[in-house]
Nanobody, 121 residues
């Protein structure tokens, strides 16, 4: 599975960024896609997640500021990040969970290389 994340960068507090994640995997094989982030010295934290039927989950810390969208024609997941805060500084990783059997009872999650988001105060 190939995942290509882009859109990170340096932005001032209050600014916006849009992250994108393109996958080589067909949507019919995908159980869910998600964005995680890891700040220095911190664990991986779920930022937002979307299932194959479009149901989304957004972390409380970013609710109201971040939003997921999916371009099904391009197999691309976007994370729109508004009103960014210094505590949003982290490396953001896109993940995709694909079915590994015909009955779709098992999944395997893959992670991309990450894109760095830095928010200055």
């Amino acid at each position: 599975v190939q995942l290509q994340a882009s859109g990170g960068g340096l932005v001032q507090a209050g600014g916006s960024l849009r992250l994108s994640c393109a996958t080589s995997e067909s949507l019919v094989n995908i159980n869910h896609m998600a964005w995680y982030r890891q700040a220095p010295g911190r664990q991986f934290d779920l930022v937002a997640r979307i299932t194959n039927d479009g149901a989304t989950t957004v972390a409380e810390s970013v609710k109201g500021r971040f939003a997921l969208s999916r371009d099904n024609a391009k197999n691309t997941l976007h994370l729109q990040m508004n009103d960014l805060k210094p505590e949003d500084t982290a490396k953001y990783y896109c993940t995709v969970a694909i079915y590994t059997d015909p009955s779709k009872s098992r999944i395997r999650e893959s992670r991309g290389q990450g894109t760095l988001v830095t928010v200055s105060s």
